[in-house]
């Protein structure tokens, strides 16, 4: 993990954290897209795989893969 990474405050990880809880997908999306905003892509993703995922429960894993999945087809489904 880079460290810029290591050094994101949990307070940036928190609300993303309790949207997944909520079962809240835009409000999560709106957190998503002002943390890489302020921190780039690159650390989003290693903030996401090692330090966001990793605790989740199965269901919250599980709703969060759901929604992606779901929005991909929803546009998909719009272009065709």
Request: proline fraction near 4%; charged fraction near 20%.
């Amino acid at each position: 993990m880079t460290p810029v990474a290591a050094q994101v405050s949990i307070t940036a990880i928190i609300p993303m954290l309790t949207a997944i809880g909520n079962r809240h997908w835009e409000q999560f999306k709106e957190l998503e897209a002002n943390f890489v905003s302020q921190y780039g892509v690159e650390v989003w993703q290693e903030v996401f795989n090692f330090r966001l995922k990793p605790v989740l429960d199965k269901d919250s894993d599980r709703w969060l893969l759901i929604q992606w999945c779901g929005e991909g087809i929803i546009s998909v489904k719009n272009v065709a």
